[in-house]
Nanobody, 125 residues
Framework: QVQLVESGGGLVQAGGSLRLSCAAS????????MGWFRQAPGKEREFVAA????????AYADSVKGRFTISRDNAKNTVYLELNSLKPEDTAVYYC??????????????????WGQGTQVTVSS
């Protein structure tokens, strides 16, 4: 059974930093694209960042570009999201996703096959 488990969320003041982790089990994703999405209360889920199979290619939403960094460790079957210079508008549940059918970066949620349960990030002003 494939599982993606996020961790590292929490409450942080504006301007602060967090590092989210997503550990995969039940299947190796070293050849597959991975991504992060988020959903704020009352809003639709939105793309945040994506990374290709070997970490050599990344993509970011304009709203987080320059502040967030996605990375991966294929030996640990884990993907990370470093969140810096956090703003109150970054408050959301952050979801990790894996695209079994793709190796290059994927920004569309519909192309992802596996999803984690999410981790809450709350940024206070």
């Amino acid at each position: 059974q494939v599982q993606l488990v996020e961790s590292g969320g929490g409450l942080v003041q504006a301007g602060g930093s967090l590092r989210l982790s997503c550990a995969a089990s039940g299947r190796t994703f070293s050849s597959n694209a991975m991504g992060w999405f988020r959903q704020a209360p009352g809003k639709e889920r939105e793309f945040v960042a994506a990374i290709n199979w070997n970490g050599g290619g990344t993509a970011y939403a304009d709203s987080v570009k320059g502040r967030f960094t996605i990375s991966r460790d294929n030996a640990k079957n884990t993907v990370y999201l470093e969140l810096n210079s956090l703003k109150p508008e970054d408050t959301a549940v952050y979801y990790c996703a894996a695209a079994w059918r793709f190796s290059n970066t994927v920004v569309s949620a519909s192309m992802y096959d596996y999803w984690g349960q999410g981790t809450q990030v709350t940024v206070s002003s």
